[in-house]
């Protein structure tokens, strides 16, 4: 329990064998390579020897682990052995604020020694692949454009909505304030905007770390996930005043994502993404942040970062998948209704739309139902499902881009949607004659 298996199988399915075990099941890597003699296999490691990434090999004859290489301020995304072995090909990220943003092409020889960059540009990169002759390397290059926008309560847009900022900022995520102003997340800081379109005002700012997912906490607080500040190799919940002032961490873990306050402001509820639970923290900081066992799902992931409480604070909710299995291989996916009145409390599970994507969810203002994103054709819109059994209904009529994150205002008479699109175009990148 909590631990992943690296198998090796013969292309029938058959001999089976256990190559590597290891924990936590997080940290399961996402990516092999298969080195040029078939007789190691590379794996992505997470925080090795306090470092922030690195590669391990495994050899089949001894069955023994071999440290590749270990990156003080950078992650791994993807990795292909040279055909002749000469080093590897590798798709990282970079520690700060374009962590999360974007990826890099480098190249780390065989021989050892420091990954030299390849791309030094503004865009990202996804996938790698090595020609036989090891002379071509193919990658598709992409570029994200998103924006925020403001709808009436209802959902129901206008032919043209003018976006809620001007000058192409790198929004990330976003909350309403008490007094009805959105505040934003850039990664590198945190500005609040009024919805007049007023210039944005600064409250955080963080040059060597990245400001995520964030909420508002009444009329008082902010909380939001803070990635690698003061040179940490962690992320987690801070909170500040309204004004971006007085910053006070809150929890301790290695990835702690995805805040929410309760509607009381006693608490910060959040995912602890290194053992898939949830969490909670007192906001004045008196006590340790506590788990939140009766949360987890037996045989289900959490799909995402999105967390929302009702309107009167008594559920929380967010999105399960199943486990896929040889007799079930698609996921289904569960909205769960956690009452926080009780620790030991299992949640309610309502299935949810098959659809659904990966843009969040929300209560909606009279606390009767829950919204999330789904998508068709590669667009998505807004469904609106009742907690009671009843039919759900879309409420916007979108006819492109993606849904990243939407909220409604306080009062719900507006509804603010991040909105964008990906740009993708394959790009191969030759070696030079010498």
């Not at 997080?26 to 997470?46: C, M, N, Q, T, V």
């Amino acid at each position: 329990m909590g631990k992943y298996r690296v198998i090796h199988t013969n292309l029938e399915g058959a001999d089976e064998k256990v190559v590597l075990t290891a924990a936590p099941a997080f940290d399961a890597p996402p990516f092999i390579a298969w080195s040029p003699k078939g007789d190691e296999l590379a794996y992505e490691l997470r925080k090795p020897e306090g470092a922030l990434g690195g590669i391990s090999t495994i050899d089949f004859k001894s069955g023994k682990p071999h440290l590749y290489e270990t990156f003080r301020d950078k992650i791994s995304q993807d990795f292909k052995w040279m055909p002749d072995g000469r080093g590897m090909m590798v798709l990282y990220s970079q520690k700060g604020p374009d962590y999360f943003s974007r990826s890099q092409m480098g190249f780390i020889p065989e021989e050892g020694g420091q990954l030299r960059p390849i791309t030094r540009d503004t865009n990202s990169y996804a996938t790698l692949t090595v020609s036989a002759d090891g002379k071509t390397v193919a990658t598709v290059q992409t570029k994200v454009t998103k924006n925020l926008y403001v709808l009436p309560g209802t959902g129901i847009q206008a032919a043209r909505m003018d976006p809620l900022l001007t000058q192409g900022q790198h929004v990330y995520w976003f909350d309403w304030t008490a007094d009805g102003n959105v505040i934003f997340s850039e990664y590198s800081r945190l500005s609040r905007i009024g919805v007049d379109r007023s210039a944005p005002t600064q409250l955080v700012g963080d040059e060597n770390g990245a400001i995520l997912e964030l909420a508002g906490c009444g009329r008082h607080q902010l909380v939001f996930s803070w990635a690698f500040h003061g040179e940490t190799n962690s992320t987690n919940v801070w909170r500040t005043n309204a004004d971006g002032t007085s910053p006070l961490k809150l929890s301790d873990g290695r990835d702690d994502r995805g805040p929410v306050c309760s509607p009381d402001e006693k608490w910060a509820y959040y995912w602890d993404r290194s053992s898939q639970q949830l969490w909670r923290a007192a906001l004045d900081g008196s006590r340790k942040p506590e788990a939140l066992p009766a949360s987890t799902v037996p045989r289900t992931i959490p799909i995402g970062s999105g967390l929302s409480i009702s309107p009167e604070g008594k559920l929380l909710a967010y999105v399960l998948a199943t486990v896929p299995t040889p007799d079930d291989p698609y996921p289904q996916y569960k909205v769960a209704l956690l009452e926080l009145s009780s620790k030991d409390s299992k949640p309610r599970l309502v299935d949810a739309d098959e659809r659904i994507s990966s843009g969040g969810l929300s209560f909606t203002p009279d606390g009767k139902s829950i919204a999330y994103p789904v998508r068709e054709s590669g667009v998505d819109n807004l469904w609106v499902q009742p907690l009671d059994g009843s039919s759900g209904r879309m409420i916007t009529q979108f006819d492109s881009d993606q849904i990243f994150n939407f909220r409604w205002s306080p009062d719900g008479r507006s509804l603010c949607i991040l909105r964008g699109h990906s740009d993708s175009d394959v790009v191969l990148i030759r070696e030079s004659s010498p």
